[in-house]
C-alpha cells in the first residue's frame, strides 16, 4: 500500500529564515515523488517533481530512498511562499497519486 | 483562465438528494481524477479515468458515481448514500503521452454544503 506522512500541520517561519517541509512516504517499488502548493484563492498546482531535479522558486527536494523521504527545502523563506504543500506519491500502472495530509507554511515578515 | 472548469463554484443539497458536479477540460487530457480536500484530511481519490468509458474507483469511492462518456468530461455524482459530502472537491486532468507521472492540473474546485 501506498502512503505518504507529512508530519507537520503547520510550520511558521520568519522571512529569510530556511525552510524544511518534511515528506517520508512508504512504497514497495520505484517511487516518483511530487511536491504540489496551493496559494490563498489559487488553484492547486505542481511545484516540482524528483525526476526533474530543477529549483523552483529557490525550492528544491532530494529523494532518498534509504530513508524513504522527500523533504521539500528552502535556504531562505519568502512571505509569498506562506500556502499549503502537499507531498505526493505514485507508483504502479495505474498512474494514481497518493497525497499527504498537508502543510500550512505561514512565512511571518 | 480555463483549461479544465469546475461547476457550480458552491452548491447546497438537501439531505436525501443526489447532485451533480461537472468537470471539464479543453487541454486534450486522457486521464480525468475526482478529489475530495477535507481540512486535515489532505487530498483523497473517490474515482478516477484513464480513457474515455472507462473509469477506476479510487480509496473513497462508496456514496458517489461517475461517467466517461466525453473525452473533455468527467462528471461526479454525489448520491444520497454518501453519509458525509460535504467538502470541496477538486477534478483534475493529466495528460497520457510521453512520461507516465505527467502533471496533473487541477481545477479550482466545488464546495459542497449538505443542509
Known amino acids: 500500500a501506498q502512503r505518504v506522512t507529512q508530519p507537520e500541520k503547520l510550520l511558521s517561519v520568519f522571512k529569510g529564515a530556511p525552510v524544511e517541509l518534511k515528506c517520508n512516504y512508504s512504497y514497495s517499488g520505484s517511487p516518483e515523488l511530487f511536491w504540489y502548493v496551493q496559494y490563498s484563492r489559487q488553484r492547486l498546482q505542481l511545484l516540482l517533481r524528483?525526476?526533474s531535479r530543477e529549483s523552483i522558486k529557490g525550492f528544491t527536494a532530494d529523494l532518498n530512498k534509504g530513508e524513504t523521504s522527500f523533504h521539500l527545502k528552502k535556504p531562505f523563506a519568502q512571505e509569498e511562499d506562506s500556502a499549503m504543500y502537499y507531498c505526493?506519491?505514485?507508483?504502479?500502472?495505474?498512474?494514481?497519486?497518493?497525497f499527504g495530509k498537508g502543510t500550512l507554511l505561514t512565512v511571518n515578515p | 483562465d480555463g483549461g479544465i472548469t469546475q461547476s457550480p463554484k458552491y452548491l447546497f443539497r438537501k439531505e436525501g438528494q443526489n447532485v451533480t458536479l461537472s468537470c471539464e477540460q479543453n487541454?486534450?487530457?486522457?486521464?480525468m481524477y475526482w478529489y475530495r480536500q477535507d481540512p486535515g484530511q489532505g487530498l483523497r481519490l473517490i474515482y478516477y479515468?484513464?480513457?474515455?468509458?472507462?473509469?477506476q474507483k479510487g480509496d473513497i469511492a462508496e456514496g458517489y458515481s461517475v461517467s466517461r462518456e466525453k473525452k473533455e468530461s468527467f462528471p461526479l455524482t454525489v448520491t444520497s448514500a454518501q453519509k458525509n459530502p460535504t467538502a470541496f472537491y477538486l477534478c483534475?486532468?493529466?495528460?497520457?503521452?510521453?512520461?507516465?507521472?505527467?502533471?496533473?492540473?487541477f481545477g479550482p474546485g466545488t464546495r459542497l454544503t449538505v443542509l
Open positions: 483534475a486532468s493529466r495528460s497520457r503521452r510521453g512520461d507516465s507521472y505527467n502533471e496533473q492540473f
Open positions: 479515468s484513464q480513457i474515455v468509458n472507462d473509469f
Open positions: 487541454l486534450n487530457h486522457d486521464a
Open positions: 524528483h525526476i
Open positions: 505526493a506519491l505514485g507508483g504502479g500502472s495505474n498512474y494514481k497519486l497518493t
